[in-house]
């Protein structure tokens, strides 16, 4: 059983112009949550990630909301440059970390 | 630059040949997990070590998969027999996870494992 969803498996943005990545989860009881970002051939790397007690976190370009209520963090990234493509995941962690399906971000030049 | 250390980083072998990957977790860290990237899973927890006692197993197929810490700077999974639906990416991760709330795992680079 999924507990974290990422139901977008894919998503093109033109250069310059914002990327919003979704995510939902199933457990309330999760307390932090994370953005990993994979490049092909190389492990995920830790983007940004954001406690439960907040609903926003910025690093640069990008920011991390989450909506508790819902269930639902997404990571904006404002400007998108093409080397921001690659795969997203999204976790949720307890302790142990769960994570999404991915999506893959191309951003066209 | 501390980093989490995984071989071999690409294996090939016959189905039914027994399969050995490796993890070095960044010292100091004291948990480890394995995962499994697939592309209907994602990344698919397979086990998940806390200061080397095994904390959860429960995402391996028990029949054919363990995974061990032997000591603190070594976690190990290992498959066998291998079938060809074992083909995946395996990624080591580890952390320092103090209870619950701000804990970042560090990846490794993954062990590309094709069986034919």
């Known amino acids: 059983d999924q507990q974290v969803k990422q139901n977008s498996p894919s998503l093109s943005v033109q250069e310059g112009r914002i990327s919003i990545l979704n995510c939902d989860y199933t457990?309330?009881?999760?307390?932090?949550f994370l953005w990993y970002k994979k490049y092909p051939a190389e492990g995920p790397t830790f983007l940004i990630s954001i406690s439960s007690i907040k609903d926003k976190n910025e690093d640069g370009r990008f920011t991390v909301f989450l909506n508790k209520s819902a269930k639902h963090l997404s990571l904006h990234i404002v400007p998108s440059q093409p080397g921001d493509s690659a795969v997203y995941f999204c976790a949720a962690s307890r302790n142990q970390f769960y994570f999404g399906t991915g999506t893959s971000l191309t951003v066209i030049p | 630059d501390a980093r989490v250390t995984q071989t071999p980083r690409h294996k090939v072998t016959e189905m039914g040949q027994e399969v050995t990957m490796r993890c070095q977790p960044i010292?100091?860290?004291?948990?480890v997990f394995w995962y499994r990237q697939t592309m209907m899973q994602g990344l698919e927890l397979l086990a998940y070590f806390r200061n080397r006692a095994p904390l959860d197993d429960s995402g391996m197929p028990k029949d054919r998969f363990s995974a061990e810490m032997p000591d603190a700077t070594l976690a190990t999974l290992k498959i066998q027999p291998s079938e060809p639906r074992d083909s995946a990416v395996y990624f080591c991760?580890?952390?320092?996870?103090?209870?619950?709330?701000?804990?970042?795992?560090?990846f490794g680079a993954g062990s590309r494992l094709t069986v034919l």
């Open positions: 457990n309330s009881m999760f307390d932090y």
């Open positions: 010292l100091g860290h004291n948990t």
């Open positions: 991760a580890s952390g320092l996870v103090l209870g619950t709330g701000a804990n970042v795992l560090t």
